[in-house]
């Protein structure tokens, strides 16, 4: 099994900035792929942000592509999500998540294992 809390969310003004935090346990982490998927009140989840085992290579989605950037420590078993250039419309629970150890792709339902969420609010 594997755990996986997030941490980090709050309240920011739109073109602030946030660092998320997501402890893995369980699973031996450095086995596999991570990635950060959001919902939005009334929306599905999607797709944010993922990166392969060793931190090589990583994909993000288009709309936060620039502004978003994903990392890993593999010695403190934590992948980090670098928020900057906020905007309203990037409101949402955030999800750590994990899956096939080597999948960084954007379909929600190929991550098993999800984390608690932790909340992104922007205002204008």
């Known amino acids: 099994q594997v755990q996986l809390v997030e941490s980090g969310g709050g309240l920011v003004q739109a073109g602030g900035s946030l660092r998320l935090s997501c402890a893995a346990s369980?699973?031996?982490?450095?086995?596999?792929?991570m990635a950060w998927l959001r919902q939005a009140p009334g929306k599905d989840r999607e797709f944010v942000a993922a990166?392969?085992?060793?931190?090589?290579?990583?994909n993000y989605a288009d709309s936060v592509k620039g502004r978003f950037t994903i990392s890993r420590d593999n010695a403190k078993n934590t992948v980090y999500l670098q928020m900057s250039s906020l905007k309203p419309e990037d409101t949402a629970v955030y999800y750590c998540?994990?899956?096939?150890?080597?999948?960084?792709?954007?379909?929600?339902?190929?991550?098993?294992?999800w984390g608690q969420g932790t909340q992104v609010t922007v205002s204008s």
């Open positions: 369980g699973r031996t982490f450095m086995s596999g792929a």
């Open positions: 998540a994990t899956g096939n150890p080597f999948y960084i792709g954007s379909e929600p339902n190929q991550y098993d294992y």
């Open positions: 990166i392969s085992r060793s931190g090589g290579s990583t």
